[in-house]
C-alpha cells in the first residue's frame, strides 16, 4: 500500500525533474510530457485541435502528433505558417522530435543542438549548443558522449573481501522496467527469467533503474513492489543527477547496500550498456562475477525507429550508431560471461570479438503449463472473449510499432476480403504504430474486420492467442528484426497455434523444424496468399501445429531457470 510518504517523496523527485526540464526549455518538457498523457485525453485533444478550420497549420502537426499519427504530422510541418512566437516555437519542437526537418534547416541555437542530438551527431550537437550558451545543454550531451566511449568505466570502491553466502547462488538482477508498472516484452522476459531462476533455486532479487517508476509517471509508486512472491526494489531518491555519469554513479551508491543486505553472489543485468557499467561496477565492489544479457542490438533498434529509408540510412552512418556497436561490445567483452536469445546474436556478438566460450544463448521461453492446457477451437475462445465466432481470424500479441510491419496483416485481409473470403484480423496490444494501424484499416474499408482492442494484461494474452487461426509475425527486413527473436510465436506455438513469419533469420530460427511458413517481409500479397492456403487446408494447419508444440516443449523456462543456475555455479556464485 502506498503512504502519505511514499507520495510526499514521489512528488518531490517528479517535480525536481521536471524542474531542471523546465529551465533547460519550458516548451520541450511539454511536448515530451504529452507522451505520458492517457491515451483517452490525447485523443480527445487531438480531435479539437482537428476539428474546424486548419488555421496555421500548427494546429494540425499537433493534432497528429498527439493522436500518435507521426507520418501525418511530419507531413504537415512543411505546410504550417505560425503566426506568434509560441506557435513557431511549438512547430520548430515538434518537428525536431518528428525528424521532419534536416538538422541544418533548423533554427539556430538549442532547437538545431536536439535535431543534431537526435540525428545521432553527438560531438556536433555539445558544439552546437556551446556555441548558442547553452552551457547545461551542452555539458550533458559531453557528459553522455563520454559514457559511450568504450574506456569509459565508473569509480569503483572496492571491497576488502568477497561478498560470500552459504547455498545456493544469489542473483542480484538490476533491470530498466519491470512488472507491475511497465507490461512490455523486456518486462514480461525479466518477471519469467526471476521466477525459473527461483523455481530453480537460486535466491533472486531485482532492482530497477534509478528514478523509475516515477519518471514514466507513476506517483503513487512503492518503494518495495511484490509481483508473484518476487521482490522489486526502487531506487527513488529525493532528486536526480543531472547528467549520465552522475546518475549511474549515484546508482552504483544506492545499489551496494541493496546488494549487500541481499548476500548477493553475482550481478545479472541487461542490455543497454549504462546497466552494464553499473553492474560492472557494483560487481567490482562486491568482489563477485557479473552476467551481462544481450535482449537485442540497441544501435539496430534506434535505426529502426527513425522515419523512413533515408533518415535510417543517415543514422547508421552517424556517430551515435558508430559509438553504440562499439560501446555494446565493449561492455559485454567485460562481462564474466554474456546471455543472449539466440545463435543470430550469438554469431553477432562473437563477431564483435567477445570469446565464444563466454556466450550462451538462453532463448525466449514459455510456461510449461501452456503447453498442458486442453484443446480449444478459435472460434470458441473468441466466444468467451465476446468476439465473433465466424471468420477466420490473423493477427498477433504484441507492441504495435513500426517494424512489427503489421501494416502487412491489414493489407493481406483487405485483399483476402476482396476474393470474397471472411478473413479477419485482431492485433492485440498498443504503441506508437496502432494509430497508423487503426487509420490504414478505415481507408482500407475494413475497420470492422479489424480489432484492435490495446493491452491486455499479461494473465490473460493466452485467451487472445487461442482466439486466432493463424498466428502472425510480418517483422520488417531491419537488422534488428535479423537478429532478435520475439517471445510471442514460441507462446503461440506452445497454444496450439501456427504461425506465419517474415522469413528473416532470427525467425527461421525460431521456426525451425517446419513449426511455421516463412514468407518475404513486407509482401502482403505473399501473406495473404499463405493465409488463404491455410484457411483451406485443415491438415497443414495440424502439421504447423504439431511441429509447433515439439519447438515449444524444448524452449520452457523451468529449463531455462536450471540453464541459469548452472551458469552461476560455472561462475563461482555460491
Request: one cysteine or more; a positive charge; aromatic letters at 4%.
Amino acid at each position: 500500500m502506498t503512504t502519505p510518504l511514499d507520495i510526499a517523496r514521489n512528488t518531490l523527485l517528479a517535480a525536481t525533474t521536471a524542474a531542471g526540464m523546465l529551465r533547460e526549455d519550458p516548451l520541450l518538457l511539454v511536448v515530451q510530457a504529452s507522451r505520458r498523457l492517457p491515451r483517452r485525453l490525447t485523443g480527445a485533444v487531438s480531435a479539437v485541435l482537428l476539428a474546424g478550420r486548419p488555421g496555421d497549420g500548427v494546429r494540425a502537426v499537433a493534432g497528429h502528433w498527439l493522436a500518435g499519427r507521426r507520418e501525418a504530422a511530419a507531413q504537415a510541418v512543411p505546410h504550417a505558417r505560425p503566426r506568434g512566437r509560441l506557435s513557431r516555437r511549438l512547430l520548430q519542437e515538434l518537428a525536431v522530435e518528428l525528424e521532419a526537418v534536416p538538422v541544418a534547416a533548423a533554427p539556430a541555437g538549442r532547437v538545431r543542438a536536439r535535431a543534431a542530438w537526435r540525428s545521432g551527431d553527438l560531438s556536433g550537437a555539445a558544439e552546437v549548443a556551446r556555441a548558442a550558451g547553452a552551457d547545461r545543454l551542452a555539458d550533458r550531451y559531453l557528459a553522455e558522449r563520454q559514457t559511450l566511449d568504450p574506456a569509459f568505466a565508473l569509480p569503483v570502491r572496492r571491497s576488502t573481501d568477497r561478498c560470500r553466502s552459504e547455498g545456493p547462488p544469489r542473483a542480484l538482477h538490476l533491470l530498466t522496467n519491470s512488472l507491475p508498472h511497465t507490461q512490455s516484452g523486456y518486462a514480461l522476459r525479466s518477471h519469467a527469467v526471476l521466477r525459473s531462476q527461483a523455481a530453480a533455486g537460486v535466491e533472486v532479487t531485482a532492482v530497477t533503474r534509478i528514478g523509475y517508476p516515477v519518471t514514466i509517471g507513476s506517483l503513487a509508486a512503492r518503494h518495495r513492489d511484490t509481483v508473484d512472491g518476487l521482490t522489486y526494489e526502487r531506487l527513488l531518491p529525493p532528486r536526480l543527477p543531472a547528467t549520465v555519469p552522475d546518475r549511474a554513479s549515484r546508482t552504483v551508491a544506492l545499489l551496494r547496500p541493496v546488494a549487500e543486505r541481499f548476500g548477493a553472489t553475482v550481478v545479472h543485468t541487461t542490455t543497454p550498456y549504462g546497466n552494464g557499467q553499473i553492474a560492472a561496477a557494483v560487481a567490482a565492489e562486491l568482489g563477485v562475477p557479473w552476467v551481462y544479457e544481450v535482449r537485442g542490438l540497441l544501435e539496430q533498434t534506434w535505426v529502426a525507429g527513425r522515419p523512413g529509408p533515408a533518415a535510417r540510412e543517415r543514422a547508421t552512418a552517424s556517430e551515435r550508431f558508430r559509438l553504440l556497436r562499439a560501446q555494446e561490445a565493449a561492455v559485454a567483452a567485460g562481462a564474466d560471461h554474456v546471455v543472449t536469445l539466440s545463435r543470430t546474436l550469438h554469431a553477432d556478438l562473437t563477431g564483435r570479438g567477445v570469446p565464444a566460450e563466454r556466450v550462451t544463448v538462453i532463448p525466449n521461453a514459455v510456461d510449461g503449463r501452456l503447453l498442458t492446457l486442453p484443446d480449444r477451437s478459435p472460434a470458441d475462445a473468441r466466444a468467451d472473449l465476446g468476439l465473433p465466432e465466424d471468420g477466420f481470424w490473423v493477427g498477433t500479441v504484441s507492441s504495435l510499432v513500426g517494424y512489427e510491419g503489421l501494416d502487412m496483416v491489414i493489407d493481406a485481409v483487405r485483399m483476402l476480403r476482396a476474393r470474397g473470403l471472411d478473413v479477419r484480423a485482431c492485433l492485440v496490444g498498443d504503441g506508437v504504430a496502432r494509430p497508423e494501424l487503426e487509420r490504414r484499416a478505415r481507408a482500407a474499408g475494413i475497420a470492422d474486420a479489424v480489432v484492435l482492442p490495446g493491452r491486455v494484461p499479461a494473465a490473460e494474452a493466452p485467451r487472445w492467442h487461442r482466439a486466432l487461426d493463424v498466428f502472425t509475425v510480418p517483422r520488417r527486413d531491419l537488422e534488428v528484426c535479423r537478429r532478435v527473436t520475439p517471445l510471442k510465436p514460441v507462446e503461440a506455438m506452445a497454444l496450439g497455434r501456427p504461425v506465419v513469419a517474415s522469413d528473416l533469420p532470427a525467425l527461421a530460427e525460431v521456426l525451425e523444424g517446419g513449426a511455421g511458413r516463412l514468407v518475404p517481409p513486407g509482401d502482403a500479397g505473399a501473406l495473404a496468399d499463405t493465409i488463404a492456403e491455410l484457411r483451406e487446408d485443415d491438415r497443414a494447419r495440424s502439421e504447423l501445429v504439431a511441429a509447433g508444440r515439439e519447438v515449444a516443449a524444448g524452449r520452457t523456462w523451468e529449463r531455462n531457470g536450471l540453464r541459469y543456475r548452472e551458469l552461476y555455479e560455472r561462475l563461482g556464485a555460491t
